[in-house]
């Protein structure tokens, strides 16, 4: 079983910054990419950017430049460095890697707010 613990959220104002993080078990962590999602209020969950087993990222275009994935596979983690928030980044925030997502594990997500 896939567990994902996500932390860090809070609110914020416009151009703040927060740092998200994940804690996984149930999965080899330095073999597998990690994501995070985000869920903004009324609409559906999307990919906001993923690391790959040996670092290499991807960044959906409206957070390249301003948020930073990485991760610690001493301590099975995936960290969001979130800067410049804008109040479209208002979502709830949820990690998870492929094989979660294909199992349909998913946290509690962390709550993101971002006030103008």
């Known amino acids: 079983q896939v567990h994902l613990v996500e932390s860090g959220g809070g609110l914020v104002q416009a151009g703040g910054s927060l740092r998200l993080s994940c804690e996984v078990s149930?999965?080899?962590?330095?073999?597998?990419?990690m994501e995070w999602y985000r869920q903004p209020p009324g609409k559906q969950r999307e990919l906001v950017a993923r690391?790959?087993?040996?670092?290499?990222?991807f960044y959906v275009d409206s957070v390249k430049g301003r948020f930073t994935i990485s991760r610690d596979n001493a301590k099975n983690t995936v960290h969001l460095q979130m800067n410049n928030l804008k109040p479209e980044d208002t979502a709830i925030y949820y990690c998870n890697s492929p094989d979660g997502r294909s199992r349909s594990y998913w946290g509690q997500g962390t709550q993101v707010t971002v006030s103008s």
């Open positions: 149930g999965i080899i962590f330095s073999m597998s990419a």
């Open positions: 690391i790959f087993s040996g670092g290499s990222t």
